[in-house]
């Protein structure tokens, strides 16, 4: 795997934005709870110190809602690797098990990093592992404070309470990004990106996995007409959004259970639940009269885009390849016959 810094998307620019907001409350609640204890027990160094680290926070917490929001992630994790090295080395000792929310900090930095930036949660992870290390084998510094047995295991027993809710805590986070990521991928390979609507994958598998009852159904088969002067006339980017009126058109002309498709370029498909063939050819010839009468109007060019498309409908059976070769029979015949009109497979 290479480890060469990438060019981040937009959506992987915010990756973890919304778990470092999460993490900075957590970090607030703890220090709280903390510096109670401590003011309690006229520990003022630590007490100031911890005020200071909250302001800091807080102050992070802010700028998440700011364009600076990218900035606080790795900034977030060092602030609080560096306060717990603080009261593990310098104030209290090792006893206090401070140090083990280093073994915390591990897995968050897996929610608060996108994937493509290897380097900064390796960075993390080592830092992470070296402060354990040093704060559990560190015979240099000598606590400023000596904390009775008693005080220590309070200490160390809310670091382990705290310790377990954050790593619980960031293994969910985590799994609900990846269910997240799946359900995105899932839109995303089931829907044409440039009209919204289902492409033609997604469109085969409804039909084949609807559990369709004994009522008649049809299929619509619907081709833009001369889609190619369109283009060379007004160019593709009007051409684009020619196909995103005739998808919304027909997403209006929609009831509750029918389906609407882009099968490919100018070609789209409407699947009418519960519809006879005749009501169906009434149906698309309303359709093919409403698209007639209604031009795309874009800011690219000022002069609105009239155009006109051939419906082939045909009964839909439980064979969905015949039903659309049926349909799609029908639809040649209406090219044929001059466009602009309506032709049903019988």
């Not at 007490?47 to 807080?58: K, S, W």
């Not at 805590?169 to 269910?179: A, R």
């Not at 082939?312 to 602009?340: C, E, P």
């Amino acid at each position: 795997m290479s480890l060469k810094r990438d060019v981040l998307t937009i959506n992987e620019a915010d990756y973890g934005i919304q778990a470092s907001r999460i993490f900075s409350l957590v970090l607030l609640c703890i220090n709280a709870v903390f510096v109670s204890y401590f003011f309690y027990q006229e520990y003022y160094y630590i007490v100031l110190m911890d005020i200071i680290f909250i302001t800091i926070f807080i102050t992070l917490y802010a700028l998440s809602f700011t364009v600076y929001a990218h900035l606080i992630k790795e900034l977030l994790m060092v602030l609080s690797l560096l306060q717990i090295i603080l009261l593990s080395v310098v104030f209290i000792g090792s006893d206090s098990g401070m140090h083990l929310y280093t073994i915390g900090m591990i897995p968050a930095t897996y929610i608060f990093v996108s994937r493509r930036q290897i380097w900064p949660r390796i960075r993390m992870a080592v830092l992470c592992t070296l402060g354990l290390v040093f704060a559990e084998t560190q015979t240099i510094f000598s606590p400023i404070y000596t904390v009775p047995a008693p005080e220590l295991m309070v200490i160390k027993t809310t670091v382990i309470i705290s310790l377990c809710s954050i790593v619980f805590g960031s293994f969910l986070l985590f799994f609900n990004y990846i269910k997240a990521t799946n359900m995105q991928l899932r839109c995303l390979s089931e829907m044409d990106e440039l009209t919204q609507v289902a492409n033609r994958r997604a469109f085969l598998t409804q039909l084949k996995s609807d559990k369709l009852n004994s009522t008649e159904h049809c299929i619509l088969l619907l081709d833009i007409d001369h889609f190619k002067q369109i283009n060379d006339q007004f160019g593709h980017a009007c051409g684009d959004e020619v196909l995103k009126h005739i998808s919304t058109l027909m997403r209006s002309f929609c009831e509750p259970r029918d389906k609407v498709a882009r099968l490919g370029g100018e070609e789209f498909a409407l699947f009418l639940h519960a519809t006879t063939i005749e009501t169906a050819h009434t149906r698309a010839e309303q359709l093919c009269r409403k698209i007639e009468i209604t031009p795309t109007k874009t800011l690219i060019t000022p002069k609105p885009i009239f155009c006109t498309v051939s419906i082939g409908v045909s009964r839909f059976t439980q064979d969905v390849k015949t039903s659309l070769s049926n349909a799609d029979k029908a639809m040649y015949l209406a090219k044929m016959q001059g466009r602009n009109q309506v032709v049903c497979f019988t």
